[in-house]
C-alpha cells in the first residue's frame, strides 16, 4: 500500500508559477513510476507528466516546456513546477503512483492517487 499526499495547489494570476510537491509512504518509493494528472470541471482526467525512478520523464503536449517533474528519492517526494500558468491549466492536480518500470499515460494504469489539490490561473 501507498500512500500520496498532495501539496502547493492554490490560486494564482496568469502567467505566474506553482510548485506541487506528493510526499509518499508506504511501499519503496523506487518500485513506482510516479505521475500527475488532472481534472478539470465536466472532464476526463487527463495525464500531465510522468517520471520513473532513473529520472525519464515524459509531457503532455499542453504543458511541455512549461511544466517540470521531477523526484527526490530520498525524501520519497515527486514535484511538478509549473511556470507560465495559463487559466486553462486550472484543474485539480492528481498525484499516482504506477507499479511499473515504463512511463504509462492512462490513468487505469496507475495503482494510488492523493486526495488531489486545487490550482486555480485566473487571466
Known amino acids: 500500500q501507498v500512500q500520496l499526499v498532495e501539496s502547493g495547489g492554490g490560486l494564482v494570476q496568469a502567467g505566474g508559477s506553482l510548485r506541487l510537491s506528493c510526499a509518499t509512504s508506504?511501499?519503496?518509493?523506487?518500485?513506482?513510476?510516479m505521475g500527475w494528472f488532472r481534472q478539470a470541471p465536466g472532464k476526463e482526467r487527463e495525464f500531465v507528466a510522468s517520471?520513473?525512478?532513473?529520472?525519464?520523464?515524459f509531457y503532455a503536449n499542453s504543458v511541455k516546456g512549461r511544466f517540470t517533474i521531477s523526484r527526490d528519492n530520498a525524501k520519497n517526494t515527486v514535484y511538478l513546477q509549473m511556470n507560465s500558468l495559463k487559466p486553462e491549466d486550472t484543474a485539480v492536480y492528481y498525484c499516482a503512483a504506477d507499479r511499473a518500470y515504463i512511463i504509462e499515460i492512462s490513468a487505469r494504469e496507475y495503482d494510488y492517487w492523493g486526495q488531489g489539490t486545487q490550482v486555480t490561473v485566473s487571466s
Open positions: 517520471i520513473t525512478w532513473s529520472g525519464s520523464t
Open positions: 508506504g511501499r519503496t518509493f523506487s518500485d513506482y513510476v
